[in-house]
């Protein structure tokens, strides 16, 4: 029996970084899984593929996503990247462009995209910081994609929310940054 094109469930990308891999985390405890049952449980029949590597930055992230849109073929794609290049103090410039290519890339093919903000501590200069921040609302701008300004709201300033290394959501973190992300989320999402 051959299953009908409309019966067979979306799938949804979360194409990010350490934040999304689940980085010092159990299995199932990062945003992502529980994006995933909160999926199944508002009724929503997709597949999520969690294409996350730690470590990533948006020009690693530029080089591996053409594979990725071609392989799982995704109806929406979440792009988490950004914070390395940040972290590494890479050209803003540069991190814009490879976030314009990819969201280009995965409009091209057909995917609804949400873009998720970081921000840098104030310790990288305030021109920096700025041009750091407001690269992501520039991006999703110009690429007429959703926005999350900032993934770690309520999040990043919470000693007991922060793992030990001072840069990762810990555990009880996370369903706080699916609720960050879900409300942008939700709006690109179709039930059967």
């Given at each position: 029996?051959?299953?009908?094109?409309?019966?067979?469930?979306?799938?949804?990308?979360?194409?990010?970084?350490?934040?999304?891999?689940?980085?010092?985390?159990?299995?199932?405890?990062?945003?992502?899984?529980?994006?995933?049952?909160?999926?199944?449980?508002?009724?929503?029949?997709?597949?999520?593929?969690?294409?996350?590597?730690?470590?990533?930055?948006?020009?690693?992230?530029?080089?591996?996503?053409?594979?990725?849109?071609?392989?799982?073929?995704?109806?929406?794609?979440?792009?988490?990247?950004?914070?390395?290049?940040?972290?590494?103090?890479?050209?803003?410039?540069?991190?814009?462009?490879?976030?314009?290519?990819?969201a280009?890339?995965?409009?091209?093919?057909?995917?609804?995209?949400?873009?998720?903000?970081?921000?840098?501590?104030?310790?990288?200069?305030?021109?920096?910081?700025?041009?750091?921040?407001?690269?992501?609302?520039?991006?999703?701008?110009?690429?007429?994609?959703?926005?999350?300004?900032?993934?770690?709201?309520g999040?990043?300033?919470?000693?007991?929310?922060?793992?030990?290394?001072?840069?990762h959501?810990?555990?009880?973190?996370?369903?706080?940054?699916?609720?960050?992300?879900?409300?942008?989320?939700?709006?690109?999402?179709?039930?059967?």
């Open positions: 029996m051959v299953l009908s094109a409309a019966a067979a469930p979306r799938t949804l990308l979360v194409f990010g970084d350490s934040l999304s891999a689940g980085y010092g985390l159990a299995p199932g405890q990062g945003w992502v899984a529980l994006l995933e049952k909160r999926l199944r449980t508002q009724g929503y029949e997709y597949r999520v593929v969690n294409a996350s590597v730690s470590g990533e930055t948006t020009g690693g992230g530029l080089e591996r996503l053409p594979r990725a849109l071609q392989l799982h073929k995704p109806d929406v794609v979440v792009i988490e990247l950004g914070a390395n290049d940040g972290l590494r103090g890479l050209p803003v410039a540069s991190a814009r462009n490879n976030l314009l290519e990819m280009a890339l995965a409009q091209d093919a057909g995917a609804q995209t949400l873009l998720l903000g970081m921000r840098m501590p104030p310790n990288y200069g305030p021109r920096y910081t700025a041009d750091f921040a407001r690269m992501f609302a520039e991006v999703a701008n110009r690429s007429h994609m959703a926005l999350v300004p900032f993934f770690l709201e999040v990043a300033l919470k000693a007991n929310a922060i793992q030990a290394d001072g840069l959501p810990n555990a009880s973190a996370q369903p706080a940054l699916l609720g960050v992300v879900w409300p942008h989320l939700e709006p690109l999402l179709k039930k059967h």
